[in-house]
């Protein structure tokens, strides 16, 4: 899997219209957030620590879900993208009661709409979460939110993430 660094560069391609994340001379990575999802469009505005900290956090998270390393990378590097959008309207009539947890950044949640889904929390309010989808959802208007988008919900709408734990994370 590919380590943060400090050579790593956000920019904004006016050509793509994708904000995205210059990694190396042969690599980049095109996130799904458009001009029109942006608060800013950085030019050169090198990974920070905090950032590089919050990868390994949020890698860390999304290990308790049995995916590839790609998936994972990708999850990783699109939740970076977080505080380059701009802010959302909760959604939150989109999805059945919860039980109004207290999730922190980077931690799993379950969201539940006509299905369930997993969603990262991103940021988190008093009220409120800014959360990133890890698949599709229906939510209960039969609408279909796509993985990668970021949605804000009340906190009543999320619940905590219950897995079986495998023997191999508890030792």
Known sequence: M???????NWIYCSTKDRLLLDISDEA????????????CKPT???????????FWQIDDSLQQLEMPAAVRL?????????????QQAHKSWYFQQGAD???????????RGLSGQY???LSSETDCVTCLLLGDISTLSGKQLKRLQVIRVLRNRISPLKLDIPFRHTA
């Open 2 to 8: 590919l380590r943060p660094s400090e050579h790593w």
């Open 28 to 39: 980049q990575f095109c996130s799904p957030f458009t001009s029109s999802q942006l608060a």
């Open 44 to 54: 050169q505005q090198p990974l920070s620590m905090a950032e590089a900290q919050a």
């Open 74 to 86: 990708e999850l990783c590097l699109t939740a970076l993208c977080a505080p380059y959008l701009q």
């Open 101 to 111: 947890c207290s999730a922190k950044p980077f931690e799993l949640v379950m969201l």
């Open 119 to 121: 969603a990262l929390v």
